[in-house]
């Protein structure tokens, strides 16, 4: 059993940086593959960074790769996703996910998911 809560989204001019935060609840946190999604208005949820529960091995979407940077802190049972060099196109809500197997970029193998949190790239 995991809960999910994403936070660190807002509104930031293209070329800033963002912060976002992922809080687990749950002794499991650490045995759990994690990832973010994000979901733009009118579009299906797009997966972009994955985390061994170890943290270990990542994998990026090539759309975010050398931009955003994913990392966990299992001590504290957070996700982390730093944002930079943000662009218009990255506006959307963006979801932690948490699941049972080996990373996958298939939103469908994710069991747990947080609420999202929106971030807005202005031009």
């Known amino acids: 059993q995991v809960q999910l809560v994403e936070s660190g989204g807002g509104l930031v001019q293209a070329g800033g940086s963002l912060r976002l935060s992922c809080a687990a609840s749950g002794r499991t946190f650490s045995t759990y593959t994690m990832a973010w999604f994000r979901q733009a208005p009118g579009k299906e949820r797009e997966f972009v960074v994955g985390?061994?529960?170890?943290?270990?091995?990542?994998y990026y979407a090539d759309s975010v790769k050398g931009r955003f940077t994913i990392s966990r802190d299992n001590a504290k049972n957070t996700l982390y996703l730093q944002m930079n060099s943000l662009k218009p196109e990255d506006t959307a809500v963006y979801y932690c996910?948490?699941?049972?197997?080996?990373?996958?970029?298939?939103?469908?193998?994710?069991?747990?998911w947080g609420q999202g949190t929106q971030v807005t790239v202005s031009s």
């Open positions: 985390i061994s529960a170890s943290g270990g091995r990542t």
């Open positions: 996910a948490a699941g049972i197997r080996l990373m996958t970029s298939r939103a469908a193998a994710y069991d747990y």
